[in-house]
């Protein structure tokens, strides 16, 4: 995130990733990370919201990895949680200059419900109903 979008990085706080045992733990939570011979080469997080809602986050793939399918893996994975959970609904807000996460997730079926902006960011929030 600092060094490809370095101007959005204030619109997301760190903390999660500083203790992520910590923050993606309980029911309804997870991190799941890709590797590449023993390399991180992509993440998605999952947050419970409510008991109807789960949260996406921290969903990115190294830029040399791209085109490969990693994110679509992990994207689908990360909603094979939130189905077997129960969740019904799937959020994810996302910087308007991430275009390869949003054109990701639209092909899967995620339509977009609002945008707002935060000082020099537009942030953008998606919507996949699971039922």
Known sequence: LGKEFPQDRGAYPMEDLEKIAEHYQGAGCTFLVAEDEKKIVGTCG?????????????????????????????????????????????????????????KLCCSLGFKEQGSWTLGEVTLVRYHLKLT
């Open 46 to 102: 999952v947050k419970r919201e409510d008991s109807k809602t789960a949260i996406l986050r921290r969903l990115f793939v190294d830029p040399s990895c791209r085109g490969k399918g990693v994110g679509t893996r992990l994207l689908k994975e990360a909603l094979e949680f939130c189905r077997a959970q129960g969740f019904r609904e799937v959020i994810i807000r996302t910087s308007s200059r991430m275009e390869q996460a949003i």
